[in-house]
């Protein structure tokens, strides 16, 4: 076998070099690094190989997509691996939860006797959707003690200055008895903000008659949690 030592290669004429015939294979031994420097290496539509390929990045070839594999194909991340996303995931099918946030839980006894919507007390909390398709899922918890009579107060959810729920209901009354009955009320709304801005999310309420209060957080506490549900 010949061999033949050489520093550079050019090509005879114009700009294109040809190694080999068709059919031959051209082996690079194991050791031996082949390096581009400045370079770009244009490689056949299909690849057929088992052999590991390592890159740290993969651009298309021409415009600004290009596909892993074909329909059918499966493509497996193995355990200890991690998919970092930082820009926008799409074609997934939805409903993929993005983040989950919530409010400090709120213990303090907070008094309503307000017959309009007044905030309560730090059950509030803020988050930025990460598209302006996404839609966010507010959960509130609020523990309350209902006025010593047959009264009713309202609990409502606002988007920044925007109530959620009816503009003189809120999401709906709750009686109280003679007696004045202690429980938890759970308000859930799927929310549409179309937004990539800051968004506040809060709790208000209200009561029917200003002579008999309720007492928010009075034996059990409050919070509110929001998940961005990406589309």
Do not use: C
Request: no cysteine; aromatic share 6%.
């Amino acid at each position: 076998m010949s061999k033949l030592e050489v520093d550079k290669i050019d090509p005879q004429s114009g700009t294109a070099l040809e190694i080999g015939t068709s059919g031959d294979t051209v082996t690079v031994p194991s050791g031996v690094g082949l390096t581009l420097t400045d370079s770009t290496l244009l490689l056949p539509t299909t690849i057929t190989s088992t052999t590991e390929v390592k890159t740290n990045k993969i651009s298309p070839a021409t415009g600004v997509a290009f596909a892993l594999g074909d329909s059918g194909d499966t493509f497996t991340v193995p355990a200890g691996a991690t998919i970092v996303n930082s820009g926008t995931a799409t074609g997934f099918g939805g409903g993929k939860i993005g983040q989950v946030l919530q409010s400090s839980v709120i213990t303090v006894n907070q008094t309503l006797t307000s017959t309009s919507f007044i905030d309560v007390t730090s059950v509030t909390i803020d988050i930025t959707p990460s598209a302006a398709s996404s839609t966010v899922l507010i959960l509130a918890h609020i523990g309350y003690q209902g006025p010593s009579s047959s009264r009713y107060w309202n609990p409502t959810i606002l988007r920044d200055s925007t109530n959620l729920g009816d503009s003189s209901e809120g999401f709906g009354r709750y009686y109280s008895e003679a007696s004045g009955n202690v429980g938890t009320i759970e308000l859930h709304y799927l929310d549409s903000p179309s937004t990539t801005s800051a968004t506040t999310y809060k709790v208000q309420g209200l009561v029917q008659d200003a002579s008999y209060s309720t007492v928010l957080n009075n034996f059990n506490q409050s919070y509110i949690t929001v998940m961005e549900v990406l589309a």
